[in-house]
């Protein structure tokens, strides 16, 4: 069955470091790969996507992602995070048919 | 930037009572979507709806629940009967295309079921 798993629940970074969040999916194709970014009380924003062709993608923010298909991993980086990036992550995958599967989620705080 | 709007932001209600989520798409997107979050939990797919009626849902998805698009901006989720368990943030998305495209989200309506 499809899954995407986000191991980490809660992340603590320092202002100015770099930063890594992990995603990892389940079944066999080749999914469409997504980030999306959640502030409080806000609804969920689009930072990066992967569909085909190069495996690093660039999205908002600084942020970037790269897909390894021999791990099932998508991950997410950003070389130096800013305080603003405190947040609520969500990694998304998408297989056949419409719908999106999320991973729990990935908590973001920034200490300064 | 077009985005999705939902309306309202929160609401409140008791339980067996009927309530409707609306949301506004993206003018000139093709494909709805609405997915839900309870409170510490992940965001689950309910419905997707292209060309006036549903076109995947998930297990959530009872008899309980519908969608409609009464008109051409409008979007609808409508719980018969709410139970305690159907609190959660409610989520809207849109997309152009069906294939892999992105699905842009709206900011959630807050459902409270006491």
């Known amino acids: 069955a499809q899954s995407v798993t986000q191991p980490d629940i809660h992340i603590t970074v320092s202002e100015g470091a770099s930063l890594e969040l992990r995603c990892n999916y389940s079944y066999g194709a080749t999914p469409y790969l997504f980030w999306y970014v959640q502030s409080p009380g806000q609804g969920l924003q689009l930072l990066l996507k992967y569909f085909s062709g190069d495996t690093l993608v660039q999205g908002i923010k600084g942020f970037e992602a790269e897909f390894k298909r021999s791990q099932s991993s998508f991950n997410l980086r950003k070389p130096s995070v800013h305080w603003s990036d405190a947040a609520e992550y969500f990694c998304?995958?998408?297989?056949?048919?419409?719908?999106?599967?999320f991973g729990t989620g990935t908590s973001l705080t920034v200490i300064p | 930037e077009p985005e999705v709007t939902q309306t309202p932001s929160h609401q409140v209600t008791q339980m067996g009572q009927e309530v409707i989520l609306r949301c506004v798409p993206i003018?000139?997107?093709?494909?709805f979507y609405w997915y839900r979050q309870i409170l510490g939990q992940k965001v689950e797919f309910l419905v997707s709806f292209y060309n006036n009626e549903i076109s995947e849902k998930s297990e959530i998805f009872d008899d309980q629940f519908s969608v409609e698009r009464p008109d051409g901006s409008n979007f609808t989720l409508k719980i018969r009967s709410t139970k305690l368990e159907d609190s959660a943030m409610y989520f809207c998305a849109s997309s152009d295309l069906a294939v892999g495209e992105t699905q842009y989200f709206g900011p959630g309506t807050r459902l409270l079921v006491l």
């Open positions: 003018s000139n997107h093709l494909y």
């Open positions: 998304a995958v998408r297989w056949t048919g419409n719908q999106f599967y």
